[in-house]
């Protein structure tokens, strides 16, 4: 039976998510279902949930499909397919305009025969232990105004960063923001948007300040090649690879591309 997921849920939703070896929290699932109570998805076998999927929507135009899990003992049953059709069945009948997500190998060619095609390649980059490298300028918290990111990104993520508001953030107008928060294995900085590579730098010298010592995930566009020198300058390395894919869900609909070189970090792949 597929059905919408509940908070209730939630401590199921993060076994699948471990299983998998994800870095997702408690928190991180609840965020999602706060952002979207209508676009989490479950199947349930048994009275237990056994595979997700959820489907944020961003300005009530595009959403972004992530968490898409099966149990490790129900894969290959189609499960997947069931719910991701559903979803966008979903998201078509509310007229939404097309949809996004970052693919992992095992999910792509699922996403490939349901009609989304490649867009960009993303990169998750880990640092074991992160160094305590010293700020050579401390930059003063303000919480940031969203401009730069409805920008490069296409469409405004306010409720996105309003729940995000709980984790560690800083920002300031001339140089951009950063947000570190908490994983299951280990933290994760990002979203990152700086107005130069050297702005930039200041944020990967306060997160690994914010996070001394602790394994840090830090994903990226390869495309953004001041982004991936900044990874390599800070001792971070390339653990996994994923293509950005798209889906127009409604005739003729155009996507809003968006623009790599702005982004130094991304929001997470349940996010975009
Ligand atoms: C990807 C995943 C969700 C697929 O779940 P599933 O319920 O087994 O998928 P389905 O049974 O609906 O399979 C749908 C199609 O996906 C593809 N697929 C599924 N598992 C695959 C695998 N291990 N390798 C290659 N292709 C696979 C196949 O095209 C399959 O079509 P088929 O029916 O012709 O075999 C599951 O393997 C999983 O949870 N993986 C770990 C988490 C992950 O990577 N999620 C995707 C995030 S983008």
Redesign the pocket.
């Known amino acids: 039976m597929i059905r919408k997921l509940s908070i209730l849920d939630v401590p199921q939703a993060l076994e699948?998510?471990s299983?998998?070896g994800?870095n997702q929290t408690m928190r991180d699932w609840q965020r999602v279902l706060l952002l979207e109570p209508e676009g989490c998805f479950c199947l349930e076998r048994d009275g237990r949930v056994v595979?997700t999927t959820t489907a944020v929507c961003y300005e009530g135009r595009m959403a972004w499909?992530?968490?898409?899990?099966?149990?490790?003992d129900?894969?290959?049953?189609?499960?997947?397919?069931?719910?991701?059709e559903y979803a966008l069945q979903s998201l078509r009948s509310r007229g939404i305009t097309g949809a996004k997500?970052?693919?992992?190998?095992?999910?792509?060619?699922?996403?490939?025969?349901l009609g989304f095609t490649d867009e960009c390649l993303v990169e998750r980059w880990h640092h074991p232990l992160s160094p305590s490298a010293p700020l050579t300028k401390p930059i003063l918290p303000r919480f940031p105004t969203f401009h730069m990111d409805t920008i490069a990104f296409g469409l405004s993520r306010g409720d996105l960063f309003g729940l995000l508001r709980e984790e560690k953030w800083v920002s300031s107008p001339e140089l951009g923001f950063a947000f570190t928060r908490t994983g299951a294995s280990a933290n994760y900085f990002g979203p990152c948007l700086a107005t130069s590579e050297s702005n930039a730098r200041r944020f990967v010298e306060w997160s690994l300040a914010t996070n001394p010592g602790l394994p840090l995930y830090w994903d990226l566009f390869p495309e953004n090649t001041a982004a991936v020198r900044l990874a390599k300058e800070f001792g971070f390395q390339p653990a996994r690879r994923?293509v950005r894919m798209s889906l127009a869900l409604q005739a003729g609909a155009k996507l809003p591309p968006t623009d790599p070189h702005a982004y130094y970090a991304l929001s997470g792949?349940e996010y975009g």
């Open positions: 699948l998510s299983a998998a994800w595979a499909i992530g968490m898409v899990l099966t149990n490790p129900f894969r290959r049953m189609g499960f997947a397919r069931q719910l991701m997500l970052d693919a992992t190998e095992q999910g792509r060619p699922l996403y490939a025969e994923l792949f």
